[in-house]
């Protein structure tokens, strides 16, 4: 794959976002079909500035449906608020993976294969060509592998790249912050709030130019 791959997106031609959700509601021959876990697509507003790329739905997010619904739902709902965006105004949340891979050794869950990011993958770039949304957040490696194509969120984390149609910023996942508690300077809460703050600025020149 090259860098981005972006380079490589193709559309799959849905007409509407709706379209497509329903398109994808029915999937009965995905990779995960079998595991024995729902479809599980986006929430938010999908005329939101911002479109937010997550990692798979967990537990609870398989029994509501929902993408971001359970403890690192409330962790990102808390970073979002920091600088005043609503997780359901402000943003769409969707994720790389659309179904929760089952667990194996005891736990319900784990975390999705190389070969289940790349089969997901063209459905969460015409997630993104439908939104449109200038500005995307990729939280955690998994999101990071799913568009970019490459991994090392900490090296990634709170840059910007820009592809032309997005500009596109790497964080921390909310799980990770969960982890990992402290707020002392350097370390990964403190670096979040940065990053949240950085993309509030872009947001901030993004609407004010959208208003001239
Ligand atoms: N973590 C994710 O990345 N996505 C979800 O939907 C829930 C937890």
């Known amino acids: 794959m090259s ?5 490589e997106a193709k559309s799959l031609g849905f007409e509407s976002l709706d379209a ?12 995960l079909a079998n595991a024995g876990t729902r479809v599980v697509i986006s929430r938010g507003n999908p005329k939101a500035k911002i479109l937010l790329v ?50 194996e050794a005891g736990k ?3 975390k999705p ?17 439908l939104v449109n949304a200038p500005i995307i957040l990729l ?19 709170g840059k910007w790249i820009e ?11 909310p799980s990770y912050l969960l982890r990992n508690p402290s707020k002392k300077p350097g370390a990964p809460k403190s670096l979040m709030w940065e990053d949240i ?3 509030r600025r872009r947001y901030d020149t993004l609407v004010s130019k959208s208003t001239l």
């Not at 860098?3 to 380079?7: K, M, R, S």
């Not at 939280?139 to 984390?157: E, P």
């Not at 592809?163 to 996942?173: C, E, N, Q």
């Open 3 to 7: 860098q981005f791959a972006f380079d």
């Open 20 to 31: 497509l959700i329903a398109s994808m509601q029915q999937m009965d021959d995905d990779l």
């Open 54 to 103: 997550g990692e798979a739905p967990g537990p609870q997010e398989n029994i509501e449906g929902i993408p971001f619904i359970g403890r690192a739902g409330k962790m990102l709902e808390k970073v979002f608020e920091a600088v005043d965006l609503d997780s359901e105004k402000d943003i769409y949340i969707t994720n790389s993976v659309f179904r929760m891979p089952p667990g």
């Open 108 to 110: 319900n869950f784990r």
């Open 113 to 129: 294969t190389r070969v289940e990011i790349e089969h997901y993958r063209p459905y969460v770039f015409e997630i993104m060509r």
């Open 139 to 157: 939280t955690g490696n998994v999101a990071c592998q799913a568009i970019l194509g490459q991994t090392g969120i900490t090296r990634l984390r």
């Open 163 to 173: 592809t032309g149609k997005y500009s596109v910023m790497p964080l921390f996942h």
């Open 197 to 199: 703050r950085e993309v």
